[in-house]
């Protein structure tokens, strides 16, 4: 059983759904919650780090809803690696991965910080002090100081140049935890995780096994969002002619976008299987595979 899953959830602000409808099971080997700016990534992960109630459906987290469970455990079980930003700027880098520690664990900065690629001796120093790519390693560190068996990663790499990003992506890969992460990135996500959910305007359009829902999309948006970000350390969405995202109100959310739109598309599509563990929300899903 996953550890962690979402079931037709409905997640908003001030009464106002932003994601809608969303069941996602957080499987082995990573899954990945693709999508461009707004499309409600944070938002979902938000839900599953617990900082959300859902308007209607539930997380779940092993047999419980996630609202019911010991949230000591999860806590020590499910942890956030956020954008290295986030450190706090006063704080040494010692003391910010000893936060995460029981107190009697305090010894083991040293451990933490050579497990992720760092030399112990910076556990002095404060986040300015340190690169980017350090400091995204100092993020790292300090998830895993409670030896989480699930880490939500948002955008781990974005902030850093294309080396750096390709050795933290090498240092997340080596972990023992799984992951659930959100990004613009479709080659980290290639790299980081076996299955893929693609989120526009708030709703899954397509989810699979990522190598093939890349090789062969079964949606227009998909297909999009691979043709204009190729490569790892590619420009991002917003230098490659990204347009706003305007979903349609009714029928099909994609349809003002989409090159493939009938008639048919003003009726909402249904997330249907439509190959083998692929799913697609899309009336054309068999032309587009095709
Ligand atoms: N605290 C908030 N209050 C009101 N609306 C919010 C809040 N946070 C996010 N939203 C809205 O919810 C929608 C989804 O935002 P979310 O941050 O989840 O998207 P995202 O896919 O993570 O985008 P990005 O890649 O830019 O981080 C957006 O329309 C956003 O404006």
Known sequence: MTMLRAERVTLGYGGRPVVHDVSLDLTEGGVGL?????SGKTTLARAFLGLLKPMSGDIWYGERPLREADRRRFRKDVQPVFQAEALDPRMRIGASVAEGLPRHERGRVAELLEQVGLDPALAGRRPHQLSGGQRQRVV???????GPRLLILDEPTSA????V???ILDLLAGLDAERLLITHNLAVVRRLCRTSYVLFAGRVVESGPTAELLARPAHPYTRALRDAVPRLGGPPPEASGRT????????CPYRLRCPLAVAECERAPELR??????RAACHRAADVLG
């Open 34 to 38: 693709i999508g461009e700016s707004g």
């Open 140 to 146: 790292i560190a300090r998830a895993l100081a409670v």
């Open 160 to 163: 850093l140049d294309v080396t």
């Open 165 to 167: 990003q390709a050795r």
């Open 244 to 251: 706003e995202a305007v979903p349609a109100a009714t029928g």
């Open 273 to 278: 299987e439509v190959a083998d563990g692929r």
